[in-house]
């Protein structure tokens, strides 16, 4: 059974996780109310184990690993959060971000 019910935002942020008791950063590539996807390197934990996911200074999540498959995971939220949290990490909703790395007229050679 699919539980990914929402739709997901494509985001790039780094983010803090504790998973099956080890803290680690990682970085989420996607999020919804339901659930995110992960990467990082030498995740730990299996299908089923416990995650917290810090994704705001107000905002801790808890779920379960859904899936893995090599550097990146799949997380299961318990109780879904609110779709501003989401629409404010989405990468569509931030159109400059893409640009950051681009030298502003003043700096360019």
């Given at each position: ?56 200074a107000d905002l801790v999540v ?5 899936w893995q498959l090599g550097q ?38």
């Amino acid at each position: 059974m699919d539980r990914r019910k929402k739709d997901r935002s494509q985001t790039r942020e780094a983010i803090r996780a504790t998973i099956a008791g080890t803290d680690t950063v990682c970085t989420m590539r996607n999020l919804s109310q339901s659930g995110c996807m992960i990467e990082g390197d030498a995740l730990p934990g299996n299908v089923g184990a416990p995650v917290t996911i810090q994704l705001t200074a107000d905002l801790v999540v808890s779920g379960e690993v859904a899936w893995q498959l090599g550097q990146s995971m799949g997380v299961f939220f318990f109780r879904p959060i609110p779709l501003s949290t989401v629409r404010s990490f989405a990468l569509d909703d931030w159109p400059l971000r893409s640009d950051w790395n681009v030298p502003s007229p003043s700096t360019s050679q």
